[in-house]
């Protein structure tokens, strides 16, 4: 039992102290991920301090409550001034330790988190731990001595590696790279480590600290920095935050300890006041904001999902029911013919074998999966399924019969989700006599791999069955946000109005190829019309055709995109659409062809090609977005900036380091926005380029839209 005395040296807070036997215990407790704030730094030096003065304690052990050890440094404190003790005092008081210190690690010790840990003498990681350096993907590095510490542990080759990617490691695989020196199978931190401590007492040796194990690593090869310089050059082109994490390891292996230290630490406050790091905190937060849905009330009952139905297997019914078996969720996947059946389970093999060459997955899991994937033609086989997901063809019509089917044949309770990506989902509700449980789920394509899910609200859908989709959206790894009910929802909305804007500027003059480029300049993995490929050119073209039908004004005449279309170009899948493709290649090559296409399409129009600038193409792609976003906040569509932003990120690769579109509007400056909206409502007119009121009220008050 601890002594009395030794439990009221530290005051009441995050931080506890406790004596077990000859072991000083720190204990952390900060709820939910005991984040490294200004509490936890101040608490850990008094609880190290009293350990250390503890004339009883022979050595001490660093361990958290809850799930997980240290997750890093608080996120929230960025940005902000840091009150002493920062992070690396923190660390520098444990390097100094005149003790032995024990690090017990569980759940994952991250950032910050496993600084600490590698200042301390010993690190022990229960088998189920995982450890990371994750600040590259905050736009930020190891600021409290890991660029220093782990290429001392593990060489800098490997350093660079963890680092770079910011991912974390297993236990198994820490203790192989040395970054851990024992992993224990216990259930609790504590015992792990007071047996660690205990084993290091009565052995005798106690390791020194790794700053005074090795001052500077001999032999690290200067070409190693070059050719990661070279490497991020071409992959990662517009951050930050990587280039200096290899300055950090590049000092660390060619200055002494304390040196390369201080060298750290002038990169991490360059790091702290890049625009990247703003950034990429927001994007990191926006992905956890958004699964809390305002006006709906905190506890609101979800339904237990145990099995689902996916009707339709095409592409998108395919890649749902892949997301449902990769989380454990067995998934009946009916379609209308067999050779449909067939087709849609020959693709999710492909898949997965796929991801078993390149060993993201075993084949017993592959197996497994597959098992769990049910398929059938009958619509019974649906009867007992928790909830169902429709993701058959593009048509109102179609769609209907579906629900009216479903509704007859599944059990009262169950949830009706269809997948589409432009219909109404109140009319499909409609088609059912239970449209409180009817939702819209909108997968992105691959459904299997992107992670974004549009959770679209109907009129009359119940809070339990929101509550239940956007809870069953975070268990198989998407990011679920709540929408409304208008023509293309939120995403498509926005896109829609890009696309709009994309196929103006080449009438004009610009070429798809320029306008990819300024897209691609800007940070997106692929320019629009790169993109519509990928999609399928056709996919757009059957759209406007119902849009043409509808009697839309945007969409009455045809335009060159169609015409390509309807020349049997429909992208990638036939290795031509507004770009050609070699193939087995997913390479765009510009095509003369099509320059003649959209000559032909500018004359019949009457129109004389003009120079477009980069800058003009940007300014039109990106603030008739931002205007559409606007008008979206406007109609409730979006309850919040961050919902947009975080769709925009997960579901067309916004650049996560400008944080969101919402939030690069604001840095950006609405009021240069609102002045160009207003300019080519002007100049082109149209109803994308009518301003958003709400921007204009932004502007006028002086408040970020973001907000
Ligand atoms: N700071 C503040 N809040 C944090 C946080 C952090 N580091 N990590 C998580 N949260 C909040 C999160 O916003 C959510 O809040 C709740 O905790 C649960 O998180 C000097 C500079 C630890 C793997 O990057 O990866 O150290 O929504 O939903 O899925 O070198 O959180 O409930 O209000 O994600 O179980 C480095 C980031 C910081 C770790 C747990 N550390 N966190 O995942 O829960 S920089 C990180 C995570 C640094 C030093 C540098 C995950 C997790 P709310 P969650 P989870």
Same mark, same amino acid.
């Given at each position: 039992?601890?002594?009395?005395?030794?439990?009221?040296?530290?005051?009441?807070?995050?931080?506890?102290?406790?004596?077990?036997?000859?072991?000083?215990?720190?204990t952390?407790?900060?709820?939910?991920?005991?984040?490294?704030?200004?509490?936890?730094?101040?608490?850990?030096?008094?609880?190290?301090?009293?350990?250390?003065?503890?004339?009883?304690?022979?050595?001490?052990?660093?361990?958290c409550a809850?799930?997980?050890?240290?997750?890093?440094?608080?996120?929230?404190?960025?940005?902000?001034?840091?009150?002493?003790?920062?992070?690396?005092?923190?660390?520098?008081?444990?390097?100094?330790?005149?003790?032995?210190?024990?690090?017990?690690?569980?759940?994952?010790?991250?950032?910050?988190?496993?600084?600490?840990?590698?200042?301390?003498?010993?690190?022990? #990681?229960?088998?189920s731990?995982k450890?990371?350096?994750?600040?590259?993907?905050?736009?930020?590095?190891?600021?409290?001595?890991?660029?220093?510490r782990?290429?001392?542990?593990?060489?800098?080759?490997?350093?660079?590696d963890?680092?770079?990617?910011?991912?974390p490691?297993?236990?198994?695989?820490?203790?192989?790279?040395?970054?851990?020196?024992?992993?224990?199978?216990?259930?609790?931190?504590?015992?792990?480590g007071?047996?660690?401590?205990?084993r290091?007492?009565?052995g005798g040796?106690?390791?020194?600290p790794?700053?005074?194990?090795?001052?500077?690593?001999?032999?690290?090869?200067?070409?190693?920095?070059?050719?990661?310089?070279?490497?991020?050059a071409k992959?990662?082109?517009?951050?930050?935050?990587?280039?200096?994490?290899?300055d950090?390891?590049?000092?660390?292996?060619?200055?002494?300890?304390?040196?390369?230290?201080?060298?750290?630490r002038?990169?991490?406050?360059?790091?702290?006041?890049?625009?990247?790091?703003?950034g990429?905190?927001?994007?990191?937060?926006?992905?956890?904001?958004?699964?809390?849905?305002?006006?709906?009330?905190?506890?609101?009952?979800?339904r237990?999902?145990?099995?689902?139905g996916?009707?339709?297997a095409?592409?998108?019914?395919?890649?749902i029911?892949?997301?449902f078996?990769?989380?454990g969720?067995?998934?009946v996947?009916?379609?209308?013919?067999?050779?449909?059946?067939?087709?849609?389970?020959?693709?999710?093999r492909?898949?997965?074998?796929s991801?078993?060459?390149k060993?993201r997955?075993?084949?017993?899991?592959?197996?497994?999966?597959m098992?769990?994937?049910?398929?059938?033609?009958?619509?019974?086989?649906?009867?007992?399924?928790?909830?169902?997901?429709?993701a058959?063809?593009e048509?109102?019509?179609i769609?209907?019969?579906?629900?009216?089917?479903?509704?007859?044949?599944?059990?009262?309770?169950?949830?009706?989700?269809?997948?589409?990506?432009?219909?109404?989902?109140?009319?499909?509700?409609?088609?059912?006599?239970?449209?409180?449980?009817?939702l819209?789920?909108?997968?992105?394509?691959?459904?299997?791999?992107m992670?974004?899910?549009?959770?679209?609200?109907?009129?009359?859908?119940?809070?339990?069955?929101?509550?239940?989709?956007?809870a069953?959206a975070?268990?198989?790894g998407?990011?679920?946000?709540?929408?409304?009910?208008?023509?293309?929802f939120?995403?498509?909305?926005?896109?829609?109005?890009?696309?709009?804007?994309?196929?103006?500027?080449?009438?004009?003059?610009?070429?798809?190829?320029?306008?990819?480029?300024?897209?691609?300049?800007?940070?997106?993995p692929?320019g629009?019309?790169?993109?519509?490929?990928?999609?399928?050119?056709?996919?757009?073209?059957?759209?406007?055709?119902?849009r043409?039908k509808?009697?839309?004004?945007?969409?009455q #005449?045809?335009?060159?995109?169609?015409?390509?279309?309807?020349?049997g170009?429909?992208?990638?899948?036939?290795?031509?659409?507004?770009?050609?493709?070699?193939?087995?290649?997913?390479?765009?090559?510009?095509?003369?062809?099509?320059?003649?296409?959209?000559?032909?399409?500018?004359r019949?129009?009457?129109?004389?090609?003009?120079?477009?600038?980069?800058?003009?193409?940007?300014?039109?792609c990106?603030?008739v977005?931002?205007?559409?976003?606007?008008k979206i906040?406007?109609?409730?569509i979006?309850?919040?900036?961050?919902?947009?932003d975080?769709?925009?990120?997960h579901?067309?690769g916004?650049?996560?380091?400008?944080?969101?579109?919402?939030?690069?509007?604001d840095?950006?400056?609405?009021?240069?926005?609102?002045a160009a909206?207003?300019?080519?409502?002007?100049?082109?007119?149209?109803?994308?380029?009518?301003?958003s009121?709400?921007?204009?009220?932004?502007?006028?008050?002086?408040?970020?839209?973001?907000?």
């Amino acid at each position: 039992m601890p002594s009395p005395a030794q439990t009221d040296a530290v005051p009441p807070g995050p931080v506890r102290y406790a004596r077990e036997g000859r072991i000083g215990v720190i204990t952390v407790d900060h709820p939910p991920v005991n984040a490294i704030g200004h509490g936890v730094r101040s608490g850990l030096v008094t609880a190290l301090e009293t350990g250390l003065a503890d004339g009883g304690a022979d050595a001490l052990l660093l361990v958290c409550a809850g799930r997980t050890f240290l997750a890093g440094a608080d996120i929230r404190e960025f940005g902000k001034p840091f009150p002493p003790p920062t992070l690396p005092d923190v660390v520098a008081c444990f390097d100094a330790a005149t003790k032995p210190v024990i690090a017990a690690i569980h759940g994952t010790a991250l950032g910050g988190g496993l600084e600490v840990a590698l200042a301390c003498h010993v690190r022990v #990681a229960l088998r189920s731990a995982k450890l990371g350096l994750p600040e590259v993907k905050l736009g930020l590095l190891p600021g409290a001595g890991g660029t220093q510490r782990l290429p001392r542990l593990i060489g800098p080759a490997k350093a660079l590696d963890l680092m770079l990617a910011g991912d974390p490691v297993g236990a198994e695989e820490a203790l192989a790279l040395g970054l851990v020196d024992a992993v224990e199978d216990d259930a609790s931190p504590l015992e792990a480590g007071l047996r660690a401590a205990g084993r290091l007492l009565d052995g005798g040796r106690v390791p020194q600290p790794v700053s005074a194990r090795i001052d500077r690593i001999a032999g690290s090869d200067p070409a190693l920095f070059a050719a990661r310089r070279a490497d991020l050059a071409k992959r990662q082109p517009h951050l930050f935050s990587p280039h200096r994490i290899v300055d950090a390891v590049e000092a660390a292996a060619t200055l002494a300890f304390a040196d390369g230290t201080a060298r750290e630490r002038d990169l991490f406050l360059a790091c702290l006041e890049s625009p990247q790091r703003a950034g990429l905190i927001h994007a990191f937060f926006a992905e956890r904001q958004v699964a809390k849905v305002p006006g709906l009330p905190p506890g609101t009952p979800t339904r237990d999902i145990r099995r689902v139905g996916v009707v339709g297997a095409g592409t998108m019914g395919s890649g749902i029911a892949m997301s449902f078996a990769n989380s454990g969720i067995p998934a009946v996947l009916v379609d209308s013919t067999q050779e449909g059946l067939d087709r849609g389970l020959a693709a999710i093999r492909r898949n997965y074998e796929s991801s078993v060459r390149k060993g993201r997955l075993s084949a017993t899991q592959m197996e497994e999966r597959m098992a769990s994937i049910h398929p059938t033609l009958s619509y019974a086989d649906l009867a007992d399924a928790d909830l169902v997901v429709e993701a058959a063809f593009e048509s109102m019509e179609i769609k209907q019969t579906v629900f009216r089917r479903l509704d007859g044949i599944c059990k009262p309770g169950a949830i009706l989700a269809t997948n589409t990506s432009t219909l109404d989902v109140d009319a499909i509700a409609a088609a059912t006599g239970r449209p409180q449980d009817v939702l819209g789920m909108h997968f992105f394509s691959p459904a299997n791999v992107m992670r974004l899910l549009e959770v679209v609200r109907g009129a009359k859908t119940s809070d339990s069955v929101l509550a239940t989709a956007m809870a069953l959206a975070r268990r198989i790894g998407k990011v679920g946000v709540a929408v409304g009910v208008c023509d293309g929802f939120v995403g498509n909305r926005i896109l829609h109005q890009r696309g709009l804007e994309a196929m103006a500027l080449v009438e004009e003059g610009a070429s798809p190829e320029q306008v990819d480029r300024v897209l691609t300049g800007f940070g997106f993995p692929l320019g629009h019309f790169s993109m519509t490929d990928l999609a399928g050119i056709d996919v757009g073209w059957r759209i406007r055709e119902e849009r043409r039908k509808a009697g839309d004004p945007e969409a009455q #005449a045809t335009d060159w995109l169609d015409i390509l279309a309807e020349r049997g170009r429909h992208g990638q899948k036939t290795l031509a659409g507004v770009y050609r493709y070699e193939p087995g290649s997913r390479s765009p090559i510009a095509d003369p062809a099509v320059a003649a296409v959209i000559e032909e399409d500018r004359r019949r129009r009457g129109i004389m090609p003009r120079p477009v600038s980069n800058e003009e193409i940007r300014d039109r792609c990106l603030y008739v977005m931002v205007n559409e976003a606007a008008k979206i906040l406007e109609e409730g569509i979006a309850a919040r900036a961050v919902d947009i932003d975080a769709i925009w990120l997960h579901g067309y690769g916004f650049p996560s380091w400008r944080g969101g579109l919402l939030f690069w509007a604001d840095r950006e400056g609405l009021g240069r926005i609102a002045a160009a909206v207003q300019r080519y409502h002007r100049d082109i007119g149209g109803p994308r380029w009518s301003p958003s009121a709400l921007l204009l009220q932004c502007v006028a008050e002086k408040r970020p839209i973001a907000c």
